[in-house]
């Protein structure tokens, strides 16, 4: 018998919602859902792998709840919109759009977080927990090669 030391954990899930994206190197589970995912998601079920040894999580399921309308985005954080793109740059039709990316920090030119939004129709995002101070952001769609789109305009918001 042959043992790997080290081996790679790997990790795969089952009922992905649409609105989320899963990184198979940690295991992270994000999204934001649009109000048009309101309600209960179907069983979602992440597995970790190491080699011939796995181990699953119980079937679990996220409760999507809507927000209260009209009442503004919480002390530190910076609510982002934009046009689903319906071009490339060439003028051709867009295909294979999966979603964007939004870059941000405190320095214009340098910013330091990103944020993937899976999905080609999500058009807003919440960026939460922002320390006081400028922020920066850009958004960018990315298609299935993975490629990305030239940078939007830059939004500005201090906090």
């Known amino acids: 018998m042959v043992t790997a ?20 190197t940690t295991g992270a589970l994000t999204g934001t ?4 995912e309101v309600g209960t998601s179907g069983e979602i079920t992440i597995t970790a792998s190491e080699g011939n040894n796995s181990a699953s999580t119980a079937p679990f399921t996220i409760d999507v709840q809507a927000a209260v309308a009209g009442s503004p985005p919480p002390a530190g954080a910076a609510t ?24 941000y920090g405190t320095d214009e030119s340098a910013p330091s ?10 058009t807003t995002y919440v960026v939460q927990g922002l320390a006081p101070g400028t922020y920066y952001f ?11 789109s030239p940078d939007s305009n830059v939004a500005v918001k201090t906090i």
């Open 5 to 24: 030391k080290n081996a790679a954990v790997t990790f795969t899930i089952t009922g992905l919602p649409a609105w989320a994206t899963f990184n198979t």
């Open 33 to 36: 859902p649009t109000v048009a």
């Open 80 to 103: 982002l919109s934009w046009a689903a793109p319906t071009q490339n740059t060439d003028g051709s039709p867009i295909t294979g759009l999966a979603g964007y990316h939004i870059y």
């Open 113 to 122: 977080q990103t944020i993937t939004v899976a999905g080609a129709t999500a």
């Open 138 to 148: 850009t958004v960018v769609a990315y298609n299935t090669a993975g490629v990305d």
